[in-house]
């Protein structure tokens, strides 16, 4: 099994940053894509950022210019640095990693943390 933990959520005002951070541990031969998503109650979960074993990164519209996604591939983990917040950006952030073990390729979720930017 792999668990991925996050951290960093909170409570910020608009125009305020934030840095999410989470570490994957446990079954892992080699982390694939890791990324973020984000989920507000009675919307579909979203992605917000993603980023390759290489480094290619992919961004929401709506977070471009705004969030940085980075992972360290020996330590398993990814952060999202989120600055500029928007009263919108406010959600659920859940933490994914594409996990090889051997030759099964897995997706995992964190369990989500919650993210509040005030007007």
């Known amino acids: 099994q792999v668990q991925l933990v996050e951290s960093g959520g909170g409570l910020v005002q608009a125009g305020g940053s934030l840095r999410l951070s989470c570490a994957a541990s446990?079954?892992?031969?080699?982390?694939?894509?890791m990324g973020w998503y984000r989920q507000v109650p009675g919307n579909a979960r979203e992605l917000v950022a993603r980023?390759?074993?290489?480094?290619?990164?992919d961004y929401a519209d709506s977070v471009k210019d705004r969030f940085t996604i980075s992972r360290d591939n020996k330590q398993n983990t990814v952060s999202l640095q989120m600055n500029g917040l928007k009263p919108e950006d406010t959600a659920v952030y859940y933490c994914?990693?594409?996990?090889?073990?051997?030759?099964?390729?897995?997706?995992?979720w964190g369990l989500g943390t919650q993210v509040t930017v005030s007007s």
């Open positions: 446990g079954r892992i031969s080699r982390v694939n894509a």
């Open positions: 994914y990693s594409r996990v090889v073990f051997y030759f099964t390729e897995r997706d995992y």
């Open positions: 980023i390759t074993s290489d480094g290619i990164r």
